[in-house]
Structures are given as structure tokens and as C-alpha cells.
């Protein structure tokens, strides 16, 4: 599934609610930071193993593009991303916490091995019919996540055109778009439901 995926960008802080329970400052850009491609697992049921000697493990629920071609100046987003996903940008928190103290890069926190929980790709509707259904994540059939586009600092245009123009966007590259809040950590044996509106749009089982 993963095979031609060639970058994994995602969006920090892109949430003011989020920024605001982790108290972290609403941030004046996009705050981008990446993943490797080999953080990527699907969300087809089975069982995820995640480390469990580091710290706390934290979920976040995002929707993730796929970009379609490679972007021009002046493109919309609706022209650029042929599909999309919900998927959960998993953080190793005491880590991050850590690191960002010494002024370090955050990737041992952010690109651990299958870090990067994904679902199905569906068809993507354009940046204004996407804010018409909200995507959630329920922990042991509770939801603990719901977003929504609109509520985007930086909406999907802001997004596509920051990262292509500051790091180059093209064909089979990714992009969390950033998580809501409601943020927290996993436990052993939790099962991850993502939803899109009522349907499921991703499941797997936590193994630490």
C-alpha cells in the first residue's frame, strides 16, 4: 500500500483547542515536521505494536491527503489531492517533551516505527464540501476525538502551498493536516475506531 509513498509531512499545532491543552502559542505559520515512510501501517484490524519502555504513547486523530500531481504555483487544493484518509499521528510524549527542551528535533518522538496509523484512502471532495463532515476517533467505542476541517488554523490551501513552496509537494506524498483536541494516552489492548461522519474509516488494535 505504502510502496510509492515518497514524503510524510505533518501539520503541528494546526488546532487552536489542541495548542491550547498541550499550552503550547497558536503558531504565526504552518508548523511542519515529517515521518518515515516506514512510520506508515494500515488500519485494517489487526494489532499495531508500539513501544512501551519510553513513556507515554499519545494519539492524535488527522485527516491525511494524497497528493495526486505534482503542484504548480497558483494551483487549488481541490486540483492538487485526488484522496484522502483519517489517520493518527502517534507521539512518544515524555519523549517530545524532552527533546523539545534541549532545543532537539522531535523525529525520535514523532517517526518511531509505526507511528503512523492510516486507514483507507476515499475520494476527496474539495477543501469546501470536506468541512460538511466531521471526522472522530473512538478508544474502546468512546469517542475522545471529533474535528472538522473549518476549524483549521491554517486551512488545506495555506497547507499545500506552504510546504510545496518551502520543501517540494508531488505525486504520493502525504500530509497530516493536524488533530483537534483531545489528546491522551494509549493503553494496552485499546482498539482505535477512526470515523468519517458514520462511517468507519480505520480500526486496529494497541499492543504496548
Not at 7 to 14: D, K, P, Q, T
Not at 135 to 154: C, H, K, P, Y
Not at 158 to 167: N, P
Amino acid at each position: 500500500m505504502f510502496e510509492n509513498i515518497r514524503n510524510v509531512y505533518c501539520v503541528g499545532r494546526n488546532y487552536a483547542l489542541h495548542a491550547a491543552e498541550l499550552g503550547n502559542d497558536v503558531p504565526e505559520y504552518p508548523m511542519i515536521f515529517t515521518k518515515p515512510t516506514h512510520a506508515l501501517v494500515e488500519m485494517n484490524g489487526q494489532s499495531i505494536l508500539l513501544p512501551s519502555s519510553q513513556g507515554g504513547v499519545h494519539y492524535e486523530a488527522e485527516l491525511v491527503l494524497h497528493i495526486g500531481k505534482a503542484y504548480e504555483k497558483g494551483m487549488h487544493v481541490d486540483e492538487l489531492v485526488d484522496s484522502c484518509a483519517l489517520g493518527v499521528d502517534l507521539t512518544l510524549r515524555e519523549v517530545q517533551n524532552e527533546l523539545k527542551k534541549k532545543g532537539h528535533p522531535w523525529l525520535a518522538a514523532k517517526g518511531f516505527l509505526r507511528s503512523a496509523p492510516i486507514g483507507p484512502f476515499f475520494p476527496f471532495m474539495g477543501e469546501q464540501a470536506m468541512q460538511q463532515t466531521d471526522f472522530s476517533l473512538f478508544i474502546n467505542d468512546i469517542e475522545v476525538q471529533r474535528g472538522n476541517t473549518s476549524a483549521m488554523i491554517f486551512n488545506l490551501q495555506t497547507i499545500v502551498d506552504y510546504i510545496a513552496e518551502t520543501f517540494g509537494l508531488g505525486p504520493d506524498d502525504l500530509i497530516y493536516t493536524g488533530t483537534p483536541a483531545g489528546v491522551g494516552a494509549l493503553a494496552h489492548n485499546d482498539v482505535l475506531r477512526l470515523q468519517w461522519g458514520n462511517e468507519q474509516a480505520g480500526l486496529c488494535t494497541i499492543q504496548l
